[in-house]
């Protein structure tokens, strides 16, 4: 079994794709998205057009239904600071957002799948599949 964290590049790409989260993930993954990936969704539902705002809300609806959404705790919060002052000693920092995310997949131990790769490149404790 896969234990996956999908970045949410992923699931804004198979939507604009219109293909289903089961057409991306075995029947034995266990995929999750992090807390900031619902509000970054939310973000484009939000921004929708009118005629597009229900389209998108049922969507991301869909998605937080199926998948395991894994909570900013205190352990998450510990590995986003330690993320945080990583990028700053190499020099490399990253978007508040993409630490979150990567904080989430190091605590909870799941693989990052995303098609931003320089954005968790260089993150200890990250494990990342291209999407």
Same mark, same amino acid.
């Given at each position: 079994?896969?234990?996956?964290?999908?970045?949410?590049?992923?699931?804004?790409?198979?939507?604009?794709?219109?293909?289903?989260? %089961?057409?991306?993930?075995?029947?034995?993954?266990?995929?999750?998205?992090?807390?900031?990936?619902?509000?970054?969704?939310?973000?484009?539902?939000?921004?929708?057009?009118?005629?597009? *705002?229900? *389209?998108?809300?049922?969507?991301?609806?869909?998605?937080?239904?199926?998948?395991?959404?894994?909570?900013?705790?205190?352990?998450?919060?510990?590995r986003?600071?330690?993320?945080? +002052?990583?990028?700053?000693?190499?020099? *490399?920092? *990253?978007?508040?957002?993409?630490?979150?995310? +990567?904080?989430?997949?190091?605590?909870?131990?799941?693989?990052?799948?995303?098609?931003d790769?320089?954005?968790?490149? %260089?993150?200890?404790?990250?494990?990342?599949?291209?999407?």
């Amino acid at each position: 079994m896969n234990r996956l964290l999908l970045d949410t590049n992923v699931l804004i790409d198979f939507e604009r794709a219109d293909e289903e989260l %089961d057409s991306i993930l075995l029947d034995e993954d266990d995929a999750a998205i992090s807390t900031i990936t619902v509000a970054e969704l939310d973000v484009g539902v939000h921004s929708a057009s009118p005629e597009n *705002r229900k *389209r998108r809300r049922t969507s991301v609806d869909a998605i937080i239904d199926n998948v395991l959404v894994i909570p900013y705790d205190i352990e998450v919060a510990r590995r986003h600071a330690m993320l945080i +002052a990583h990028t700053r000693r190499i020099g *490399r920092p *990253r978007g508040p957002h993409d630490l979150i995310v +990567a904080a989430t997949a190091a605590a909870s131990r799941r693989i990052l799948v995303s098609d931003d790769r320089s954005a968790f490149t %260089d993150l200890p404790g990250v494990v990342l599949l291209d999407a």
